[in-house]
């Protein structure tokens, strides 16, 4: 056999193509790792005055009803007054935590206005958000309880003045005819403690009933008058009875305009049977009530 | 013909070896990465392995916490320090400890195929608990690189082969390739 006057002689190569494998293995290991840390939102700390039912792994934060976020931790704050709970928010949620979002915990509650949170009797309670529209923070204090109206934006607000709260509960209604067109979002005392402020909303298709001159009483409890010739009872409604409620008439004649979001009223302990005859022509469009209609989000405010 | 034999020999050590460097690899994510999420009436949870024993030994089951450490964790680790052992001991050549390597081997091969327990149970629990909103469990990416830890092994296994520790009286010194 002739051999090869000048034989290349070529050494294997230095890296063999098997070492392809653990290469692999590196980029598809850094990338679950990668993608798994990607995956997570920024963590945040919410002050709460009471954590009850909130516990760490388990109880989740929801916006419109989606799990946005986990709470990692809850501990006590070091002042041993308040408790921490941080919570891992996932990144698509991440730009809810902003200045001025409030976070409230969602417990299953029953009162005679309502059940609401009743999925919480099942699943625990859970961490509501309401977004905020500032800067980017870490760092929130929790609320007692839910803010008033979830939206904001619906309806409008009025503010009642009165002697005395007389039997009316957050949430009860607010009538006109006997329909259901509001509800009471927050009672206090004013600031030198001389009278009873109640802040009440109208519901968005309702809020051009109220005028500028328009009359509220308070239409809770029952009335009774026994005379000569009988007896009469007067109640709005059983709920009405219960939590208390709210009426308003509205003058017909010359409409004043309609009142601003925010207008101070006088909330009188009982209406006038004439107010009752008004009958002002004011337009306003309510949702329709076929069937056929779209269910919408957002609470239909007269199913009572 | 020697120099071949030696050379694929060797190409034997390279691949196992780069496929138990592979499996390595993927341990770390496979013990990093949560494997399961569960929920249960409302608690939910995401459990790496390690969380997974905590919360069994926590909740008493100290007996199975054990069981499923030395599944998914110990032995895993150990089969992979082994071949690195093995690869380690073949690149040097045939050695005094050839019977002792070659029965590690052995055993080797009897407990790879029943690694997949972490993978088996994960499985099994997300195709049978699916409960809508009472009882849910879910795969997690950990579970991947698990099983992928489990499968590189036994191939780096099945690649090594446990001659190279004995090596034969004519091949116990690498052959010149010129004769």
Same mark, same amino acid.
């Given at each position: 056999m002739k051999s090869l006057d000048n034989p290349k002689v070529s050494r294997a190569t230095a890296l063999p193509l098997v070492w392809v494998v653990p290469l692999l293995a590196l980029i598809i290991g850094g990338w679950m790792v990668v993608r798994e840390y990607l995956?997570?939102?920024?963590?945040?700390?919410?002050?709460?005055?009471?954590?009850?039912?909130?516990?760490?792994?388990?109880?989740?934060?929801?916006?419109?009803?989606v799990a946005v976020g986990e709470v990692q931790s809850v501990g006590l704050k070091n002042d041993l007054n308040a408790v921490v709970v941080q919570v891992r928010l996932s990144k698509d949620a991440a730009a809810l935590a902003c200045e001025g979002a409030q976070f409230w915990i969602v417990h299953p509650q029953i009162d005679f206005s309502g059940v609401r949170g009743l999925d919480t009797l099942v699943s625990g309670a859970y961490l509501a958000i309401k977004p905020g529209s500032g800067s980017p923070i870490t760092d929130f204090k929790g609320m007692g309880e839910p803010p008033p109206t979830q939206n904001k934006e619906e309806g409008r607000?009025?503010?009642l003045q009165s002697d005395r709260l007389g039997g009316i509960t957050t949430g009860a209604p607010v009538y006109f005819r006997e329909m259901k067109v509001g509800a009471v979002e927050t009672s206090q005392l004013s600031d030198d403690s001389t009278r009873v402020l109640v802040r009440i909303r109208i519901y968005t298709p309702y809020v051009d009933l109220v005028r500028t001159n328009t009359k509220f009483w308070n239409a809770g409890g029952l009335s009774l008058k026994v005379g000569l010739?009988?007896?009469?009872?007067?109640?709005?409604?059983?709920?009405?009875?219960?939590?208390?409620?709210?009426?308003?008439?509205?003058?017909e004649g010359e409409l004043a305009p309609p009142a601003a979001d925010g207008a101070q009223f006088t909330l009188l302990d009982q209406g006038e049977k004439d107010w009752l005859k008004w009958q002002p022509k004011i337009s306003i469009h309510p949702p329709e009530i076929t069937p056929a209609s779209p269910v919408h989000g957002g609470e239909i405010p007269f199913v009572h | 013909m020697k120099p071949l034999k030696s050379f694929s020999n060797s190409a034997n050590i390279t691949l196992a070896a780069s496929l138990a460097l592979a499996a390595a690899i993927m341990l770390i994510p496979a013990n990093m990465l949560p494997i399961i999420y569960t929920q249960n009436a409302g608690r939910i949870r995401t459990d790496t392995i390690f969380s997974g024993i905590v919360g069994l030994c926590r909740q008493g089951w100290w007996s199975l916490g054990v069981i499923v450490f030395i599944a998914s964790i110990f032995i895993p680790i150990f089969k992979l320090a082994s071949l690195a052992w093995l690869i380690f001991a073949a690149r040097q050549g045939p050695g005094a400890h050839a019977r002792r390597l070659t029965r590690l081997y052995v055993v080797l091969s009897v407990i790879g195929r029943w690694s997949m327990l972490d993978v088996f149970l994960v499985a099994f629990l997300?195709? #049978? /608990?699916?409960?809508? %909103?009472? @009882?849910?469990?879910?795969?997690?990416?950990? =579970?991947?690189?698990?099983?992928? #830890? /489990?499968?590189?092994? %036994?191939? @780096?296994?099945?690649?090594?082969?446990?001659? =190279?520790?004995?090596?034969?009286?004519?091949?116990?010194?690498?052959?010149?390739?010129?004769k």
């Open positions: 995956d997570h939102g920024p963590e945040i700390t919410i002050e709460f005055a009471d954590a009850s039912g909130v516990e760490a792994g388990k109880t989740i934060l929801e916006y419109k009803g607000a009025f503010v010739f009988g007896a009469e009872i007067n109640t709005t409604s059983i709920e009405s009875l219960v939590v208390g409620g709210i009426a308003f008439a509205t003058p | 997300s195709g #049978v /608990v699916q409960f809508g %909103v009472f @009882a849910k469990v879910e795969p997690r990416s950990g =579970i991947i690189a698990f099983a992928a #830890v /489990v499968v590189l092994t %036994v191939l @780096a296994n099945e690649a090594f082969d446990p001659r =190279i520790l004995w090596g034969s009286p004519a091949s116990n010194t690498p052959q010149p390739s010129s």
